[in-house]
Every structure is written in structure tokens, then in C-alpha cells.
């Protein structure tokens, strides 16, 4: 294959990762966390990309625990969808596929990887949920256990998946791989914390909240790649999906960073305390 012909446009294969990162955390956030403390009957208070504040005071223990676990529950469906979505849409687009491919990766990384940062570090959604159930030690070995084995299966499964983007054999397939994910996880992390710097709560949200869950959750991406070595890295016989240049999908991935950035950044008020 002609190499000029098999090199994706860097500029669209990083405005999809960026409408693919804001739209994880609005589900994580919005549809996750919010959804939960409507349907255990609380009062939604605040909503940014890094937090979600909901009224729980008559939820209950287990309530409390529903609201926590729903960003993540939410990750997880949204990311088995896009694997489905991606098994049926055979003969969809470059664009439309890299877009399936890193709403899967991006959903399934945070979700797993949530696992494993509230196991290590003792805090965050699943620390919440937890606490309680039984001595610190076990829930967090626990945790720390699942979000670990999860994770490497899900940097496996989309891996493998990646095959239909890249060109070549051995070392350039590998580069191949790294031209599509590194930039997208470098964008789509900064755009994270960019958004975060305006929470409402304080800078300590950037650091457990919005970088933890962009360049630590989804880093996967980064060396992802590297995996690709060996015999993994055989070429393909089917055909490469090309991401091409589509302004389309530039101008959604550059409205969603604003309106991310802007609006959810400084956080959406929805009752008074």
C-alpha cells in the first residue's frame, strides 16, 4: 500500500477523541451519577465535568452507594454498546469507526480504572461504595484485584480491535498505532484538565478527579501500542479503515471542547444548597 495512502488525518483522529472524552464524562457525571440520584429520589445540585453534587440526605446508606457506583455502572454499558455498535457497523466510515473504537476504549478504561485507582489510593467513587462492607484492607485488595485484571483485559480486547486502522507489519504497525492513540490520549487528557482548573470545588478536584480519570484512567492508550510487538504485530489482510479529513466531525469535536470547557468547566447550578 502506498504510505501517503495509509496515513490518517491527525487533525480529525484528534477532534473524534475529543468528542469521545467529553462524551465519557458527561455520561460518567450527568447520566451516571445524576441518573442514579434522580432514581433513588434525590435533589441534583451542581453538575461539572469533575464532580456531580446531589441532595441525598434521605437516600439512605445503600442509596448514598447507587449514586457513587452510577458513573462508572454508566462507563461500562456505554462502553459494551460501542463494541456492539462496532460488530454491526461493518461498513461504516474511517471516522465512524475510530469514533465506536475510542468510545469503547475511552468507557471501559474509565470504568475498569476506577476500580484500581479507588483500591490503591482509598478514595473516590468505589472507596465510597465500599466503606463499610468490611475491613478497609479486604475491600481495597478487593478492588485494587478487579480493576486490575479488568483493565488488562480491556487494553487486550481493544488492542486487537485496533487492527482494522493500521498499516504495515512489525515496528511500523506498531508506530501506526501510536500515530492514532497517543495524540488522542494527549488530547483528550488535557482537554480533561483544562475543563477541571474551573470547578467549582477547587484544585484538588484536577488532581483526584479530572487527571486521574483522563491521563491516569484512560492511559492505556498511551502504551497500548506497545503490545502490538512481535507476532501481534503481523499485517492485516483486509482492507485499513482510513480516518480521512471530514470538517464535520472537526466542528463537533470543537464545539463539544468548548461547550465542555465553558459550560460544564465552571459547573451548571440546578437548585440552591
Not at 501517503?4 to 462524551?23: F, G, K, N
Not at 482548573?197 to 484536577?206: A, F, I
Not at 470538517?247 to 444548597?273: D, E, Q, S, T, Y
Amino acid at each position: 500500500m502506498d504510505p501517503e495512502r495509509s496515513r490518517h488525518d491527525p487533525l480529525t483522529i484528534v477532534a473524534i477523541a475529543l468528542l469521545a472524552y467529553v462524551t465519557g464524562d458527561v455520561l460518567h457525571e450527568a447520566v451516571g451519577h445524576g441518573g442514579a440520584c434522580l432514581l433513588v429520589g434525590g435533589r441534583p445540585l451542581v453538575l461539572s465535568t469533575v464532580h456531580f453534587e446531589c441532595d441525598g440526605h434521605a437516600v439512605g446508606v445503600w442509596g448514598e452507594r447507587f449514586i457513587a457506583a452510577g458513573g462508572t455502572l454508566i462507563n461500562l454499558c456505554a462502553g459494551a454498546l460501542a463494541v456492539l455498535a462496532r460488530r454491526r457497523a461493518v461498513s461504516a466510515s474511517g471516522a465512524v469507526g475510530w469514533f465506536l473504537w475510542l468510545l469503547m476504549a475511552v468507557n471501559l478504561l474509565s470504568g475498569t480504572g476506577y476500580f484500581l485507582f479507588s483500591g490503591v489510593g482509598g478514595i473516590g467513587d468505589w472507596a465510597d461504595f465500599v466503606r463499610g462492607l468490611g475491613p478497609a484492607w479486604v475491600m481495597r485488595l478487593g478492588l485494587t484485584v478487579l480493576g486490575g485484571v479488568t483493565y488488562w483485559l480491556v487494553v487486550l480486547r481493544a488492542g486487537h480491535a485496533l487492527a482494522p486502522f493500521l498499516s504495515g507489519a512489525g515496528e511500523e504497525r506498531v508506530r501506526s498505532a501510536t500515530r492514532m492513540t497517543l495524540p488522542a490520549y494527549l488530547a483528550g487528557g488535557t482537554l480533561s484538565c483544562i475543563a477541571g482548573l474551573l470547578n467549582p470545588v477547587g484544585m484538588v478536584l484536577v488532581a483526584i478527579s479530572a487527571a486521574a480519570a483522563s491521563f491516569g484512567g484512560t492511559s492505556g492508550l498511551a502504551w497500548m501500542p506497545q503490545l502490538l510487538r512481535g507476532e501481534r504485530a503481523a499485517a492485516s489482510d483486509s482492507a485499513q479503515l482510513l480516518v480521512s479529513r471530514s470538517w464535520g466531525w472537526i466542528a463537533l469535536g470543537a464545539v463539544a471542547a468548548v461547550v465542555f470547557v465553558l459550560v460544564l468547566g465552571p459547573g451548571v447550578r440546578f437548585a440552591a444548597r
